[in-house]
């Protein structure tokens, strides 16, 4: 078997929840040794959300499988020492604090760099870096606009109106954090320097409006409000007997004619991209 990608590179994980441990996972599986920090007063809050198992959740548990855990208090100079030592021989630096908190604290990161020139830091700021908002995932698929482009088999009842059944924008900064940190250590071979890069959980939905913000621009109307919003029965969810639900998505003719003809319906094959009450 041969070596995986990021054999031999040390990540420094000071990160809390989702996006991080999604991160931390993507790097992990990729061959990444990987130090998770944690503060001595409870550790990542990702250890307590149910449901437990040993104690521990178990989101945290297979995020986390394979990681290196280490305790140490930032607010000290000797936790923060022993960061330093820890970044000064580190290929990667993770992070997830509020913007200016780690200088507040202490640690310059500029120093580092200088000490480290091959370290690839990258943040997880909720907004920006020039902003110390928080958010949830919640508040930001709202306001992005995304949670209006939700179907409602994508989300569940929560006493009040739907909300999405998975963390968008917790996976999707994590994912793209790491497209952003594997260019930065291809970028360094070529360069021998690092990169401090970013990620926001605000900008992180974004790509997935792309095609309908411009879909949206050239008037709609399109394939997206149509055949791929589940107005045609090519494309769309349907009600089992049982009470689930089945996905059809046989757009192409040749796949919709093989689907009626599966289920005993040839006669529907003509009907698959029809509109409206028909369809």
């Known amino acids: 078997m041969s070596e995986a990608p990021l054999a031999g590179t040390l990540v420094i994980d000071c990160s809390r929840m989702a996006p991080g441990a999604v991160l931390a996972r993507t790097l992990i599986d990729l061959g990444a040794c990987l130090i998770k920090v944690e503060d001595p007063r409870g550790g990542d809050p990702m250890r307590a959300a149910p449901p437990l198992r040993g104690g521990v959740g178990v989101g945290f548990c297979v995020y986390y499988r394979g990681a290196e855990s280490l305790r140490l208090d930032l607010r000290k100079p000797e936790g923060l020492a022993h960061l330093r030592t820890l970044l000064s021989r580190a290929d990667v630096f993770i992070e997830s604090f509020r913007p200016g908190t780690l200088a507040k604290w202490g640690l310059d990161l500029d120093a580092i760099e200088r000490d480290n020139p091959k370290l690839v830091s ?3 700021p909720a907004v920006a870096d020039d902003d110390r908002g928080v958010a949830h995932d919640l508040n930001l698929t709202g306001l992005t606009g995304l949670l209006g482009q939700l179907p409602g088999a994508l989300l569940t009842q929560g006493g009040g109106e739907d909300i999405p059944r998975v963390l968008i924008a917790d996976v999707l900064t994590g994912t793209l954090a790491a497209s952003s940190i594997l260019a930065a250590l291809v970028g360094r071979h070529a360069t021998g320097k690092g990169r401090r890069l970013s990620q926001s959980l605000l900008s992180a939905p ?10 949206q621009a050239a008037g709609g109307g399109g394939l997206l409000d149509n055949a791929l919003a589940g107005r045609v029965p090519c494309y769309r969810c349907y009600r089992c007997g049982d009470g689930q639900l089945i996905s059809v998505g046989c757009l192409e003719p040749k796949f919709w004619i093989g689907f009626c003809q599966a289920v005993g319906r040839p006669d529907l094959a003509a009907t698959g991209l029809d509109l409206g009450e028909r369809g």
Do not use: F, I, K
Request: hydrophobic share 55%; with cysteine.
């Open 206 to 215: 974004l790509p997935l409006l792309t095609w309908p913000w411009a879909d």
């Open 122 to 124: 990258c943040s997880l």
